[in-house]
């Protein structure tokens, strides 16, 4: 069963009296243990497609299904709830909480819910400490440079185990060697059995997927499984 499927998905904004219309009826599914990279001119619909998979916005038309699930059914609660045990993100802006510790900010995701325990620290500090930020665990996102802040979102995002993991731009603010540390990461995660679909236009991003999709003025053009590089060469 796809982890995630769209199903003839449209999603239209009204704005002024005129109806823009975003997603023009998009198919598209993820298994588990695939990493799916989302190319596509910028305003081609990338980000709105991730926040319907993510379960974050709703679509004007068409199916959402998590495991076979018809999610578009389900009440904002109950939808919600679907995404906190199903769904990790890494947003292209991080949005981490600036009052909160590197720590804190990997652990919050775990409090949610009542779950909040040992464990969720315990979680947070291996994960930091995994991605090379375990000298950093108590300072504020201002007191990080823009790749350890990144590194502290991609963090939260699997502190609760995600199955499907949405990423807008990943490693945007890295530079090489540790952008592809991150990207090793990645496909570690993934090949763990979990679903990754990462928005990117670095070329470096699309050689990890295993399949390439793009994306042009709100439909899918070109859905191609890919012949993965060596990237221990
Ligand atoms: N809330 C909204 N209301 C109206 N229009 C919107 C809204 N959100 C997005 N759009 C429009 O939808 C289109 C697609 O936006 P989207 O953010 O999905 O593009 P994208 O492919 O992610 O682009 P980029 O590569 O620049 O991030 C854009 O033209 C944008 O202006
Ligand atoms: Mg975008």
Same mark, same amino acid.
């Given at each position: 069963? &796809?982890?995630?499927?769209?199903?003839?998905?449209?999603?239209?904004?009204?704005?002024?009296?005129?109806?823009?219309?975003? #997603?023009?009826?998009?198919?598209?599914?993820?298994?588990?243990?695939?990493?799916?990279?989302?190319?596509?001119?910028?305003?081609?619909?990338?980000?709105?497609?991730?926040?319907?998979?993510?379960?974050?916005?709703?679509?004007?038309? $068409?199916?959402?299904?998590?495991? $076979?699930?018809?999610?578009?059914?389900?009440?904002?609660?109950?939808?919600?709830?679907?995404?906190?045990?199903?769904?990790?993100?890494?947003?292209?802006?991080?949005?981490?909480i600036?009052s909160l510790t590197a720590t804190e900010n990997v652990e919050l995701?775990?409090?949610?819910?009542? &779950?909040?325990?040992?464990? $969720?620290r315990?979680?947070a500090?291996?994960?930091?400490?995994?991605?090379? #930020?375990?000298?950093? #665990?108590d300072?504020l996102?201002?007191? #990080?440079?823009?790749?350890?802040?990144?590194?502290?979102?991609?963090?939260?995002?699997?502190?609760?185990?995600?199955?499907?993991?949405?990423?807008?731009?990943?490693?945007?603010?890295?530079?090489?060697?540790?952008?592809?540390?991150?990207?090793?990461?990645?496909?570690?995660?993934?090949?763990?059995?979990?679903?990754?679909?990462?928005?990117?236009?670095?070329?470096?991003?699309? &050689?990890?997927?295993?399949?390439?999709?793009?994306?042009?003025?709100?439909?899918?053009? $070109?859905?191609?499984?890919?012949?993965?590089?060596?990237?221990?060469?």
């Open positions: 069963m &796809a982890l995630v499927e769209l199903r003839d998905v449209v999603k239209r904004y009204e704005l002024g009296g005129e109806t823009l219309t975003v #997603l023009k009826g998009v198919d598209f599914t993820i298994e588990a243990g695939e990493f799916v990279a989302v190319m596509g001119p910028s305003g081609s619909g990338k980000s709105t497609m991730l926040n319907m998979i993510g379960l974050l916005d709703e679509p004007s038309e $068409g199916t959402v299904l998590l495991r $076979g699930e018809d999610v578009t059914t389900l009440s904002d609660r109950e939808r919600t709830k679907a995404r906190q045990g199903a769904i990790g993100f890494i947003f292209q802006d991080f949005y981490l600036p995701p775990t409090l949610f819910g009542g &779950a909040g325990n040992k464990k $969720g315990e979680k500090i291996e994960l930091l400490t995994d991605f090379g #930020l375990g000298d950093r #665990l300072h996102p201002k007191e #990080l440079s823009g790749g350890q802040q990144q590194r502290v979102a991609i963090a939260r995002s699997l502190v609760n185990e995600p199955q499907v993991l949405l990423a807008d731009e990943p490693t945007g603010n890295l530079d090489q060697k540790t952008g592809k540390e991150i990207l090793d990461r990645l496909r570690e995660i993934c090949d763990s059995g979990v679903g990754i679909i990462a928005v990117t236009h670095d070329p470096n991003v699309a &050689a990890y997927a295993d399949r390439r999709v793009n994306i042009v003025d709100g439909v899918i053009d $070109g859905d191609d499984a890919l012949a993965r590089e060596d990237h221990d060469a």
